[in-house]
């Protein structure tokens, strides 16, 4: 007897589902405007990645297994055309949304985005001299002959597609030029107030572009100008058989990343066909595979534009980051530690005191050793600074780097490079196996014997999205915890089994399990009439099994309730599969990124904050982390402030329904925010 197939939803179609909870910020009037204009770019930024990795995904399948049905039991064709038709829908939205709604929403409070029809004739003198002086210089146009087949284009480059007539000085025609922007220019160039007559006022790269490119083909004629944008594969392989040095191989395949297979092509909307046909042709799409849009084929260089407006009135209010009571009182941070297990909430509270931990670990004589992960961190970082001071003044630094972090290995290899330089032990972690648990360590001599300080968190060691989004991180010198954490280093960094930590879960062995095992414990206590309830925060639910054994517990009785950001292939609510399951997404201000595990467990209540969503990724291909919150006041506190406020939102919450489409959550009574809640009650000057 065969298994029916699991009931799952398709991974890409519930990707596009989040960024139309994305997009929906942007046209949310409650939302300041300058701020509905950055969701609008990061909706663009989103769907980049989600073409450069996920639909490039998807045509891979569909090369080579086109008749093995995905997880959710689609072919690769069907979930490409799927795909196609709910990505149209989203992109024509967004851009409906900045020509009709926001553009005209900023006019009227002063900020233009002025098109060539409406340029003056100082603009155009000072627009021309720009162009002369800072654009012409380092643009290379390339016209098509046999001596100039069409360029190798970069990966999300802004390009143009010439269309000339006449013949050059050496009596050449092709009719058609190709001109790449260089990155090095912006794609949004604000006019001198004295030359628009007013303040924040702005044009188009493009539209400059459009104005003067005529100047690039002395005696021709230009017949048409059109921008287009070309996304290709940007995932990053390396064959484990040929490999010697991970550093050194991922440094060769970052340079290929820029021309990787061709997945999507943008292109203005008054492109004619033949010239799309073209353009097809040469990068080897289909028709599905365009995206023809009324406006800068690029929205995410339009992020910059509210760091150009000096609008307070137009921005979220900035806020100060609080600290928790017990380091509020004291200025001893380890003294504090020592004393009790120290919970930190970001963004609402400050990520200074991790900042702090290293600073007093690099500077601190009595300190011997620190051990340190890092997936994220950034191209300029204190904790990095950290690091290196502390390796150059000859303590034992051993840092984890994980150089497979996606679009963050450039990064990561420099500072791995620069840590090598200080004297650091550097490690690349484990091959085939990410390093995403968030760990540091830092072993200090006291009264004779060591002790072990350890830092876990939810999020990257990254102060500025510290800033940006919501995260868990514990401090603790807890010595089973500390031996646990410490185990792990030694796993990564040498060679031997594993032996069974004490408190912590850790993928790829023991999380997944341990997941399981506490799912099902949940409908053993429902089964036996006793009450029995799951909450979890999470990014991400894909996890078959882990699906399956929600669908169980279920039917056994549980109460589950989820909090899903992103992707959820779970379906909720269905009769008699998913009952009492409901799925929820709050997407606001912050991004939402901690994990939270809560298990009712008859009355035991055990909670757990880990680095690992429940995808199959986190549980089998990355080493990952999850640590149970003890500690009665620090388990109040993050069911009061991680778990509580979410399922209770009606201003940023929606609900998911059983066909993997959401509904904004009916706002009845005062309407209540989780992220502004915490924002009153945890950033200073109130402390908690």
Same mark, same amino acid.
């Given at each position: %007897? ?87 829908? +989203? ?154 040095? +991970? ?109 702090? +931990? ?15 992960? =890092? ?51 550097? =490690? ?10 968030? %760990? ?97 925060? %999470? ?75 429940? %995808? ?73």
């Amino acid at each position: %007897m065969t298994t029916p197939p699991l009931p799952l939803l398709n991974r890409e179609l519930g990707l596009i589902e989040f960024n139309r909870r994305v997009l929906a910020q942007a046209e949310d009037t409650g939302v300041p405007l300058l701020e509905r204009l950055k969701f609008l770019c990061i909706v663009s930024s989103n769907l980049d990645e989600f073409f450069e990795v996920r639909v490039a995904s998807l045509k891979e399948a569909q090369r080579l297994s086109p008749g093995q049905a995905l997880p959710d039991g689609l072919l690769p064709s069907q979930a490409l055309a799927k795909v196609s038709q709910a990505a149209h829908g +989203l992109v024509e939205r967004q851009y409906w949304l900045m020509r009709e709604v926001l553009f005209p929403a900023l006019a009227e409070e002063g900020i233009h985005f002025v098109r060539r029809a409406e340029w003056t004739a100082e603009m155009h003198e000072w627009i021309h001299q720009y162009f002369l002086r800072e654009v012409m210089p380092v643009l290379t146009p390339i016209g098509l002959d046999p001596s100039h087949p069409f360029p190798r284009l970069l990966n999300k480059s802004l390009n143009f597609a010439i269309e000339l007539e006449g013949r050059d000085a050496f009596g050449r025609s092709s009719g058609i030029a190709i001109v790449q922007a260089p990155r090095i220019l912006p794609r949004v160039i604000k006019l001198p107030e004295d030359i628009a007559g007013k303040p924040n006022c702005f044009i188009f790269l493009s539209s400059m572009l459009h104005a003067h490119i005529g100047e690039l083909f002395s005696g021709m004629a230009i017949k048409g100008f059109y921008q287009f944008r070309l996304t290709r594969d940007s995932e990053l392989t390396v064959e484990e058989d040929e490999l010697k040095n +991970l550093r050194t191989a991922l440094q060769g395949e970052l340079r290929h990343r820029q021309y990787g297979d061709a997945v999507r092509l943008e292109i203005a909307d008054n492109c004619p066909e033949h010239m799309e046909e073209f353009m097809l042709g040469q990068f080897g799409l289909e028709k599905a595979d365009v995206y023809r849009v009324e406006g800068p084929v690029n929205l995410v260089r339009l992020m910059q534009v509210p760091d150009l407006v000096n609008r307070p009135d137009l921005k979220y209010r900035p806020f100060v980051p609080g600290l928790p009571l017990p380091l509020a009182k004291k200025n001893d941070l380890l003294a504090t530690i020592r004393k009790g297990d120290v919970l930190l909430h970001h963004p609402y509270q400050s990520f200074q005191p991790v900042i702090d +931990l290293l600073n007093i670990a690099a500077t601190d004589p009595q300190v011997v050793a620190i051990k340190m992960t =890092v997936y994220r961190t950034g191209t300029e970082s204190a904790l990095m600074d950290s690091l290196l001071a502390a390796a150059r003044a000859g303590k034992q630094v051993t840092v984890v780097v994980e150089l497979m972090a996606r679009f963050d290995e450039e990064a990561n290899i420099g500072w791995a490079s620069r840590l090598e330089d200080a004297g650091a032990h550097v =490690v690349y972690g484990v091959y085939g196996y990410k390093i995403h648990a968030k %760990m540091l360590m830092v072993v200090r001599r006291e009264d004779g014997q060591l002790r072990r300080y350890v830092h876990l968190g939810t999020g990257n060691y990254h102060p500025r999205t510290a800033r940006m989004y919501t995260d868990f991180g514990l401090m603790t010198c807890n010595e089973e915890i500390a031996s646990d954490v410490n185990d792990i280093f030694v796993q990564i960094t040498g060679l031997g089994r594993v032996g069974e930590l004490k408190h912590l879960l850790q993928s790829p062995f023991s999380l997944h399990s341990g997941m399981l095992a506490a799912i099902s414990r949940e409908a053993e206590h429902a089964r036996a009439g006793r009450s029995a309830a799951i909450i979890a925060k %999470m990014n991400s639910l894909l996890e078959p099994q882990i699906i399956a054994a929600l669908y169980e517990a279920s039917q056994a009785g549980v109460k589950i309730r989820l909090i899903i950001r992103g992707v959820c292939a779970l379906r909720p609510g269905v009769p008699g599969l998913s009952d009492n399951i409901e799925v929820r997404s709050v997407v606001g201000r912050f991004l939402e990124h901690p994990r939270v595990f809560y298990f009712y467990n008859d009355r035991q209540e055990d909670l757990y904050i880990a680095s690992a969503d429940w %995808m199959g990724r986190n549980f089998f291909r990355r080493i990952e982390t999850c640590v149970p919150i003890r500690d009665t006041k620090l388990k109040r506190r993050v069911i009061k402030e991680g778990l509580r406020p979410y399922l209770f939102d009606n201003v940023n919450a929606w609900e998911m329904q059983g066909d993997g489409s959401y509904k904004r959550k009916t706002q009845r009574g005062k309407p209540r925010s989780a992220q502004a809640i915490l924002l009153e009650e945890l950033s200073s000057p109130t402390v908690r």
